[in-house]
């Protein structure tokens, strides 16, 4: 009984090595006929569609015509073949899907160089008129609203009486001139803003206008940032508003 079964091993071993140098896959290691031992490197290291239909017809022609395939099995054997290449080819739409929207995205942000934004800061770039302009981002109504303007050294050249103001943004602007209506002349000013509320004063986040003056490629799945000038790196998400 060992016999027999030690037989059958090894004429099984035998006939799944033809199919499988029929198919190009070698094995590393395996004794050849006078006893040498061959280190030959596998030629292939995995199984392709054309590899699975030789495999399916090698099937079909060796199967037991007493006990054909049944028609079951060839059906589920089909169904996973068809099954796997789906898999395969949505794999590769996708793949390709996603470089076509990383190049787009690309093109979209690229556009975005050289526009005025709104984003949060205290530092607002004067434009080529010599004027500034930016937002009061009220959490909520005031009664109320006051933006101070001062130069790099501290001094207040501006400042702005809003009045009461609902929730919400509150815009600002200034011309860049003193009260004899000439122009102050500097590139950068401070803004600060306080507000009135339930008679007690409090200070308020302040947006600026500034330009986009780099727009930097992030890796996959980063957060897409823009360096905004007089401000900094800013997220995309930090953008309020684009005024050109």
Not at 14 to 40: E, M, R, W
Not at 47 to 65: I, R, S
Request: glycine share 10%; net charge negative; charged share 10%.
């Amino acid at each position: 009984m060992t016999t027999t079964s030690s037989t059958g091993s090894t004429s099984a071993q035998q006939t799944l090595d033809q199919l499988l140098n029929k198919l190009g896959v070698t094995k590393s290691g395996t004794t050849t006929a006078s006893g040498a031992t061959s280190t030959a490197t596998p030629n292939k290291t995995s199984l392709d569609q054309t590899d699975f239909l030789k495999l399916m017809t090698t099937q079909m022609a060796n199967q037991d015509p007493f006990q054909p395939q049944d028609n079951t099995q060839m059906i589920a054997q089909m169904a996973q073949f068809s099954t796997v290449t789906g898999i395969q080819q949505l794999n590769t739409t996708m793949s390709t899907m996603a470089t076509q929207i990383s190049d787009n995205q690309i093109a979209t942000v690229a556009s975005f160089a050289g526009k005025t934004v709104l984003v949060p800061g205290t530092t607002a770039l004067a434009d080529s008129t010599g004027a500034i302009s930016g937002a009061i981002d009220l959490p909520n109504s005031v009664t109320s609203l006051n933006v101070q303007i001062t130069d790099q050294s501290g001094t207040v050249v501006k400042s702005l009486s809003l009045g009461a103001n609902p929730a919400g943004l509150v815009g600002f602007s200034w011309d860049g001139k003193d009260a004899s209506g000439n122009p102050v002349g500097n590139s950068s000013y401070n803004v600060s803003a306080t507000a009135m509320a339930g008679g007690k004063s409090t200070a308020q986040n302040t947006d600026v206008y500034a330009p986009i003056t780099e727009v930097p490629i992030p890796a996959a799945g980063q957060t897409q940032n823009f360096v905004v000038g007089g401000v900094g790196t800013v997220k995309m998400s930090d953008i309020k508003s684009i005024k050109y």
